[in-house]
């Protein structure tokens, strides 16, 4: 059975990274390791010993690795905002590889673009999301018919999806992530229009 520490993860584990997840566990077959939740990019200043939330984290996070994987193979995930993908390249460092299929959906990006960024060697597929859910993105970018996956578990479902991205070979064009951060809209305010 694989275990976190021997994966990719062990580290974000370890650091307190790893947040609201909904599955953190092996595949059926043992040989993987799947996490479905968040990751904190920046955390608050620590006041004694009070644990305060992450200042801002990549979330909705769909990722499996191999045991001894030493990088994350594929990944995908939610940011507030664009530029938090700087933030993704510092944090997760060499934990991700120039072979990795990394989707990043972003609030602020115009509804009408999809581009690709290479950072620090590692490529990235940017994707617009508002009010919708990084699953659901997936499901379509994949075209996965959600019946398919509708009576798997947690973990399978997951596998499924993202054995289907590992395959993913779409180009798009390529952009800077100057270029990106240029073009990009104003963050949303996620608290209005909220109920008090």
Not at 144 to 152: E, G, P, Q, Y
Not at 164 to 170: G, I, Q, Y
């Amino acid at each position: 059975m694989t275990t976190i520490d021997q994966t990719p993860y062990g580290r974000l584990e370890t650091e307190g990274r790893l947040f609201n997840a909904v599955l953190k566990a092996p595949t059926a077959d043992g040989d993987r390791f799947a996490y479905r939740g968040d990751f904190a990019l920046k955390f608050q200043d620590k006041l004694a010993d009070e644990a305060r939330p992450p200042d801002f984290c990549m979330e909705q996070i769909l990722t499996l690795s191999n045991k001894g994987d030493a990088q994350i193979p594929v990944m995908a995930g939610y940011l507030h905002n664009f530029e938090y993908l700087q933030s993704v390249v510092d944090v997760l460092g060499d934990l991700l590889g120039p072979d990795g299929k990394y989707f990043m959906f972003c609030n602020n990006v115009d509804l009408s673009k999809t581009f690709s960024v290479t950072m620090d060697g590692k490529s990235f597929y940017v994707f617009p999301c508002d009010e919708s859910s990084v699953w659901k993105e997936m499901l379509e970018l994949l075209r996965i018919d959600k019946n398919d996956v509708k009576k798997m578990s947690t973990v399978d479902k997951t596998e499924y999806v993202l054995n289907a991205a590992l395959d993913f070979d779409d180009t798009f064009e390529e952009i800077s992530f100057e270029k990106g951060v240029e073009e990009m809209e104003p963050v949303k305010n996620r608290n209005e229009n909220r109920p008090v």
